[in-house]
């Protein structure tokens, strides 16, 4: 049953992320707001929700192990696993933002919460806030960096006929649908964890981790299918980058995330760095600025050479 639970929590949460993507999206351009803040934001923000809310629920419940192993997990998963499926459906030609600011920032992202995390095993309140503090520089340089860009509005085909209120109630829907799947998630998770005798770090990094990144893998499949390769890596880089500045931030602001396991700042985070570093040099490999099929199989590999052992010890 608890197994069950666990499937039942993933697709509460696949739907709810899919649905609040969606909701806030049609919200965003009902309103007029140019494409590019809704990328930067509400698409970001929507698709990194699950995170944010089974992380926010596990510390709130005293697991802040499950917490940070969900936020580290997913990034890996965002990376080897979903990244790597993505370029094996349809290759990505990477364009220049790739290297003038998603792949710098995701690299200044990853360090300034590496540091932080090495610095007394825990995340205080204070450091919750440098991270809430740092998203909102980023989004301002984006902001700008993007300018030239800011006089695209949707087009009116990207307008659903659903009406402001009921795009309003989808997103309070879509919130507790997120809920309801934490919940479920989390409970299942520990009682199968605690059964099998299993850590709350190893579950939260593997099960839990590629369940919540369920909705950046949708996401980015569909923007794959439809060609739009810019935005498929795109989407995976924001989400990565929400997942340790704003999905953290938000967390250890609300509750201090303490007595952090050893392993998760030793052996996994540097596996998020690994991940997130690896992207460069592949995109020098062979075909310069594609990220080929081959590629996406290496992937692929690496992420099964980092989940295996976890799952096997």
């Not at 059964?195 to 893998?217: D, F, N, Q």
């Not at 990565?240 to 007595?259: A, C, D």
Request: hydrophobic content about 50%; aromatic content about 10%; glycine content about 6%.
């Amino acid at each position: 049953m608890d197994f069950l639970g666990i499937l039942f929590g993933v697709i509460l949460l696949s739907h709810g992320g899919d649905l609040l993507t969606k909701s806030s999206v049609d919200l965003s351009y009902k309103f007029s707001i140019p494409k590019i803040i809704i990328g930067m934001t509400v698409v970001s923000f929507a698709t990194s929700a699950p995170e944010l809310i089974v992380s926010l629920n596990a510390t709130l419940n005293g697991f802040s192990s499950f917490a940070l192993g969900n936020v580290i997990g997913s990034n890996i998963a965002n990376i080897g696993l979903v990244l790597g499926i993505i370029i094996i459906i349809y290759p990505i030609t990477l364009q220049n933002r790739f290297y003038n600011s998603d792949f710098p920032i995701l690299m200044i992202s990853t360090f300034l919460f590496y540091i932080l995390l090495t610095t007394g095993s825990r995340i205080s309140r204070i450091e919750g806030i440098i991270l809430l503090v740092s998203i909102c520089v980023i989004l301002i340089y984006l902001f700008i960096y993007q300018k030239k860009n800011i006089s695209e509005f949707s087009d009116i085909n990207d307008i659903s006929s659903i009406s402001v209120p009921k795009s309003v109630f989808y997103v309070f829907f879509s919130g507790l649908l997120l809920w309801l799947g934490s919940e479920t998630l989390i409970k299942s998770s520990i009682s199968v964890a605690n059964e099998y005798g299993i850590s709350e770090r190893v579950i939260s990094i593997s099960m839990v981790a590629i369940g919540t990144s369920i909705p950046e893998l949708a996401a980015s499949v569909v923007a794959s299918i439809k060609k739009q390769n810019d935005l498929s890596i795109g989407n995976l880089i924001g989400s990565n980058i929400f997942n340790l500045l704003v999905v953290i931030g938000i967390t250890s602001t609300v509750m201090p995330i303490e007595k952090i396991d050893s392993k998760i700042i030793f052996n996994d985070m540097l596996w998020v760095v690994f991940f997130s570093a690896l992207i460069l040099p592949l995109a020098y490999l062979s075909r310069r600025n594609v990220l080929t099929r081959k590629k996406g199989i290496i992937l692929l590999i690496l992420y099964l050479i980092f989940i295996i052992p976890l799952l096997v010890n």
